[in-house]
Structure formats: C-alpha cells, structure tokens
C-alpha cells in the first residue's frame, strides 16, 4: 500500500524560503505521477506542482508560483522535495502530497486523479 508523509512546514517571513518534503513508501516501479497541492482557509483546494517520477524534466507549476517554487525528487530516497523560495502571505495553506499511480502521459492538475495523499503540513507566511 502507498503512504506519503509530508514534513518541513513553518511560520516564515514574507521573502523567506522553506523546503517541503514527501516521503513515499509502498511505490512499485517508477511510472507515476507526485505532486503538491495546498488549501488556504475558505478555499478550495488548489494544485501547485507535480513530477513525473521517471521523467524528473517533466514538471509542471501553478501560475502563481512558477518561478519561485521548484519540485524535485530524490529517487534514492523515494522523496520529492518542494522548493519554496520568495514566499508570499498568499501562499500561506495546509500543504499537501499526493501520488497519482499511473502515469497517465501527463501531469494533472485535478486532485481526482490522485489516489494517495498525506496528511498536510502547515505553511504560514507572516507580511
């Protein structure tokens, strides 16, 4: 069965970065989809990043983060990271990992299509 464990949440400065990061146990093979979503209160909740795992290249952004936030993965220690530079009290949301297990040929931003998601990790950005 395919667990994630998200960590590295906080209370930062606007401008500051923090690393989050998801740990994923269970996964068989390569050919599937991790990506990031979040939820601020009152709203629905939104994606943010994903990667395809077995194409690291192939990522794909929010608008309202491209080019702050970069998602990688560490494929030795099965975690992907998200790099989140230049934060906003905007991005302040519980953040969440999710796995969609089949590669579908591309990255979806629809968390219907996720079938794994950890627990959250809270992301608070104080102006």
């Known amino acids: 069965q395919v667990q994630v464990s998200e960590s590295g949440g906080g209370l930062v ?12 146990s269970g996964t068989t093979g390569n050919r599937f989809i991790m990506s990031w979503f979040r939820q601020a209160p009152g709203k629905k909740r939104e994606f943010v990043a994903g990667i395809r795992w077995w194409l690291m290249s192939n990522t794909d952004y929010n608008d309202s983060v491209k080019g702050r ?5 560490d494929s030795a220690n099965n975690v992907v990271h998200l790099q989140m ?7 302040t949301a519980v953040y969440y990992c999710a796995v969609q297990l089949k590669d579908s ?22 102006s």
């Open 13 to 24: 400065q606007a401008g500051d970065s923090l690393r989050l990061s998801c740990a994923a």
């Open 69 to 73: 936030f970069t998602i990688s993965r």
């Open 85 to 91: 530079d230049s934060l906003k009290p905007a991005d």
């Open 105 to 126: 040929g591309a990255i979806n931003t629809a968390e219907r299509r996720y079938g794994v998601w950890g627990q959250g990790t809270q992301v608070t950005v104080a």
